[in-house]
C-alpha cells in the first residue's frame, strides 16, 4: 500500500503541453488497466478527469489525455490554460476493492 | 445529479471517538461500492475504506484497521465511518466518493476532522 510516485511539480507556459507520470508496482499500476486521474483546485474536492487509463467522463476537455506502459502511467495535458493550474493525483485500483493514490503533482501555469 | 454529502467533523482529543456520515442522492445506492479518502493538512490523497454494496465486504488501508468501522445502510442511503482510538496523524479532510467498479467517479465536499488536545 506504497503510494504510487508522481513527480512534485510541472509547468509550462500557455499552449504547451505537460505530462505527469506515475510509477506503481506490478500490484496496482501494472496489474490493471484501473488507473485514474484527479485534478484538485485549492480547498475543492477532487475532480475525475481520466479514468480507465484512457478514458474521459462526459465534460472533461480533449486536452486530457491518459496512457500506460508497463508499471508507469502518465497524464498529458496539451494546449494548457490557466484554470489547469491545480494538483494532480493518479490512482490505481490495488485489488480487494482498495486503491493507492499517487503522491501528486502541482502543475504551475507561466 | 449525483450527490454525496459528509457531515460530523470536528475537533476531538487525541484517543478520542467520531462517527462521519455521508449521505447520498442521485443515483441507486445500493449498487455501488462506496469509499472514504482522506488528505491531511498540505498532503496528497489517502484511501481509507470501502464498503460493498450489500456491506459483507469492508477492506481498510493498513494504518486504520482495528480503529475505524465502515458501515452503510441502504435504507437511508448512508455511509459512516465510525473512527476510535484517533491520533493527531488521522487529522484531514475526509472525503466520501462512489466507487464506479474499480475507480473512484464523485467525491463529496469533505468534512473536517482535527485530533488535537
Known amino acids: 500500500q506504497s503510494a504510487l510516485t508522481q513527480p512534485p511539480s510541472a509547468s509550462g507556459s500557455p499552449g504547451q503541453s505537460v505530462t505527469i507520470s506515475c510509477t506503481g508496482t506490478?500490484?496496482?499500476?501494472?496489474?490493471?488497466?484501473?488507473v485514474s486521474w484527479f485534478q484538485q483546485h485549492p480547498g475543492k474536492a477532487p475532480k475525475l478527469i481520466i479514468y480507465?487509463?484512457?478514458t474521459r467522463p462526459s465534460g472533461v476537455p480533449d486536452r486530457f489525455s491518459g496512457s500506460k506502459s508497463g508499471n508507469t502511467a502518465s497524464l498529458t495535458v496539451s494546449g494548457l490554460q490557466a484554470e489547469d493550474e491545480a494538483d494532480y493525483y493518479c490512482c490505481s485500483y490495488a485489488g480487494s476493492s482498495s486503491y493507492v493514490f499517487g503522491t501528486g503533482t502541482k502543475v504551475t501555469v507561466l | 445529479e449525483v450527490h454525496l454529502v459528509e457531515s460530523g467533523g470536528t475537533l476531538v482529543q487525541p484517543g478520542g471517538s467520531l462517527r462521519l456520515s455521508c449521505a447520498a442522492s442521485?443515483?441507486?445506492?445500493?449498487?455501488?461500492?462506496i469509499t472514504w479518502v482522506r488528505q491531511a493538512p498540505g498532503k496528497g490523497l489517502e484511501w481509507v475504506a470501502n464498503i460493498k454494496q450489500d456491506e459483507n465486504e469492508r477492506y481498510y488501508v493498513d494504518s486504520v484497521k482495528g480503529r475505524f468501522t465502515i458501515s452503510r445502510d441502504n435504507a437511508k442511503n448512508s455511509v459512516y465511518l465510525q473512527m476510535n482510538s484517533l491520533r493527531a496523524e488521522d487529522t484531514a479532510v475526509y472525503y466520501c466518493?462512489?466507487?464506479?467498479?474499480?475507480?473512484?467517479?464523485?467525491w463529496g465536499k469533505g468534512t473536517t476532522v482535527t485530533v488535537s488536545s
Open positions: 480507465e487509463v484512457t
Open positions: 442521485g443515483f441507486t445506492f445500493s449498487s455501488h461500492s
Open positions: 466518493a462512489r466507487d464506479y467498479f474499480f475507480y473512484i467517479d464523485v
Open positions: 506490478s500490484s496496482d499500476v501494472g496489474g490493471y488497466n484501473y
